[in-house]
């Protein structure tokens, strides 16, 4: 079995598509100081095409320590792990370095609405991003009051009208990444239309 090390010395990490996670971020869930990698220890595994993150980290700001689980997939997006965090650090330390055919996937869930109340802890800010320009360009936004937590210290509305069709939140995208008739708003919440 592996030892738990500094996540940045697995970085950085490459994808069979080329791409490559060269940082991890995430804020602190008490106080919302920016962790890197080197402030959390644990694994971080490429598994078929998904980068799997089993960390704990460490506050420097505030003294907090969590837990972080999550597979990111060649696209970069962020997905929360089902496992409780120590059983899936255990089972990416376990996996022998050749493992090819356990996918992660099986233990992973695209998240249902209401949990994306705890979507800023689920995300990961990855490094080196530049959104590409969202090709949808309303005249009119109304944002919702609702929201449905806060992203990087800024509300998540829980829907958006855009020229009066309505946008449900779908979800975090740290790269800016939008597929067709989706939007983007502040550069890394993804609303579809519904
Ligand atoms: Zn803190």
């Not at 991003?129 to 360009?137: D, H, I, R, Y």
């Not at 449905?148 to 790269?175: H, S, V």
Request: charged residues 25%.
């Amino acid at each position: 079995m592996q030892p738990n090390r500094r996540l940045s010395d697995f970085l950085p990490l490459k994808f069979a598509n080329g791409q490559e996670i060269k940082q991890f971020s995430k804020p602190c869930v008490s106080c919302g100081t920016m962790l890197h990698a080197k402030d959390m220890n644990g694994v971080a595994r490429l598994v078929e095409d998904h980068i799997a993150i089993a960390a704990k980290a460490h506050c420097h700001s505030c003294g907090a320590d969590f837990g972080v689980a999550c597979v990111i997939n060649s696209q970069k997006q962020v997905k929360r792990v089902v496992l409780p965090r120590l059983l899936f650090n255990w089972y990416l330390r376990s996996l022998p370095l050749q493992e090819r055919e356990t996918a992660p996937q099986a233990m992973v869930r695209n998240l249902p609405l209401p949990e994306e109340r705890d979507a800023r802890e689920d995300a990961a800010e990855l490094a080196r991003m530049t959104p590409p320009a969202s090709s949808m360009q309303p005249r009119e936004i109304i944002r919702a009051t609702e929201t449905l937590g806060r992203f990087q210290e800024k509300p998540i509305p829980a829907w958006l009208i855009l020229d009066g069709t309505r946008f449900e939140f779908d979800r975090i995208a740290p790269d800016a990444r939008t597929q067709e008739g989706e939007y983007l708003l502040d550069g890394c919440l993804i609303y579809r239309a519904s």
